[in-house]
């Protein structure tokens, strides 16, 4: 984890946010649609936000089928 990149990755609310809901989450897992709502975001820019925290070294993704 890049301590530069994990700063600038949680400068923006949404992904500060989407950190708060996955430590949350009964398994630490929780899907794209699953964060439209709280996020107040399209579902098309989550990916976005996602692939941010996951560069940072922050989260890991898992891919199954077509999600994400």
Known sequence: MSW???FGALGEPA???TLSLLASAP???IGVC???EPL????ATIP???KILSD???ITRDR???CV
Do not use: T
Request: aromatic residues 0%; hydrophobic residues 30%; without cysteine.
């Open 4 to 6: 530069p990149g994990a």
């Open 34 to 36: 699953d964060l439209v």
């Open 15 to 17: 992904r500060l946010r």
């Open 56 to 58: 940072a070294g922050l």
């Open 27 to 29: 398994d630490g897992e």
């Open 64 to 66: 199954r089928g077509r």
């Open 40 to 43: 107040r975001r399209s579902q």
């Open 48 to 50: 976005r936000h996602l």
